[in-house]
């Protein structure tokens, strides 16, 4: 098996590769390293080789990671469902939220961070697929939801995420991440107070590189990284 090291290194080339390929700069595209179920050792040992910006998907897990790790270790993005319950604990430990999932949630959100007096850097996620099993505002009622959540005065709405549908074949979902990049593009004419469209999150291992031909900032990679989650 590869060790880590290597397998740092070959995302990296893979993602310089697409970058490349797309005639974009390969440094405008952020690696987030995303740790579920990563010990805390594993995850030293990535940061130790240049990793800086590392994803969880429950706060509970995150919180007790950073507390091992030192906040200051790396910089931390909440990349799952966030519930109202951990929003607190949330604003606490993450830098960049990408699972704004809800006007529900937004609206809980800016009434945290409203009594806190801070602003929060998030992401609207986007159920682009629209699979059942996945979260996210619905395509169809993506401007009317973010012209909404644009409300929110402690929301800084810095982009979109999307997760595509698992595939063997990452070209059937270009157009999920296609479809992500213009709905964008589309928010961003509109000029909203406090947003900005400059990052889309959007590709995993198995999709980063279509993901970043077709205008990914941000990559979610998980067990290109690591190997097979358990
Ligand atoms: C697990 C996860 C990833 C990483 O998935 P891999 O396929 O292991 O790269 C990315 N984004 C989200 C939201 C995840 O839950």
């Given at each position: 098996?590869?060790?880590?090291?290597?397998?740092?290194?070959?995302?990296?080339?893979?993602?310089?590769?697409?970058?490349?390929?797309?005639?974009?700069?390969?440094?405008?595209?952020?690696?987030?390293?995303?740790t579920k179920n990563v010990p805390v050792?594993?995850i030293?040992?990535?940061?130790?080789?240049?990793?800086?910006?590392v994803g969880e998907n429950r706060v509970q897990e995150a919180e007790q990671k950073i507390a091992a790790?030192?906040?200051?270790?790396?910089?931390w993005?909440l990349?799952g469902?966030?519930?109202?319950?951990k929003?607190?604990?949330?604003?606490?430990l993450?830098?960049?939220?990408?699972?704004?999932?809800?006007?529900?949630?937004?609206?809980?959100?800016?009434?945290?961070?409203?009594?806190?007096?801070?602003?929060?850097?998030?992401?609207?996620?986007?159920?682009?697929?629209?699979?059942?099993?996945?979260?996210?505002?619905?395509?169809?009622?993506?401007?009317?939801?973010?012209?909404?959540?644009?409300?929110?005065?402690?929301?800084?709405?810095?982009?979109?995420?999307?997760?595509?549908?698992?595939?063997?074949?990452?070209?059937?979902?270009?157009?999920?991440?296609?479809?992500?990049?213009?709905?964008?593009?589309?928010?961003?004419?509109?000029?909203?107070?406090?947003?900005?469209?400059?990052?889309?999150?959007?590709?995993?291992?198995?999709?980063?590189?279509?993901?970043?031909?077709?205008?990914?900032?941000?990559?979610?990679?998980?067990?290109?990284?690591?190997?097979?989650?358990?």
């Amino acid at each position: 098996m590869p060790s880590l090291s290597e397998r740092v290194e070959a995302v990296r080339k893979r993602i310089e590769r697409a970058a490349e390929s797309a005639g974009r700069t390969p440094q405008d595209i952020t690696l987030v390293a995303v740790t579920k179920n990563v010990p805390v050792d594993r995850i030293r040992e990535a940061i130790e080789l240049g990793i800086s910006q590392v994803g969880e998907n429950r706060v509970q897990e995150a919180e007790q990671k950073i507390a091992a790790l030192g906040p200051c270790a790396a910089t931390w993005h909440l990349i799952g469902s966030l519930q109202t319950n951990k929003i607190n604990k949330a604003l606490r430990l993450f830098s960049l939220i990408h699972s704004i999932d809800s006007k529900r949630l937004a609206a809980a959100v800016q009434c945290r961070a409203e009594r806190e007096g801070i602003v929060v850097p998030c992401l609207i996620q986007v159920n682009v697929s629209g699979e059942e099993t996945k979260h996210g505002i619905t395509f169809e009622s993506a401007v009317s939801d973010i012209r909404e959540i644009a409300e929110h005065s402690c929301l800084e709405i810095r982009g979109l995420m999307t997760i595509a549908p698992y595939t063997s074949d990452p070209e059937s979902v270009r157009p999920i991440f296609r479809k992500l990049r213009e709905l964008a593009d589309r928010v961003s004419e509109l000029g909203l107070p406090r947003v900005s469209m400059d990052v889309l999150s959007m590709g995993m291992s198995g999709d980063f590189e279509v993901a970043i031909e077709e205008g990914a900032t941000m990559v979610r990679i998980g067990s290109a990284l690591f190997g097979q989650r358990g």
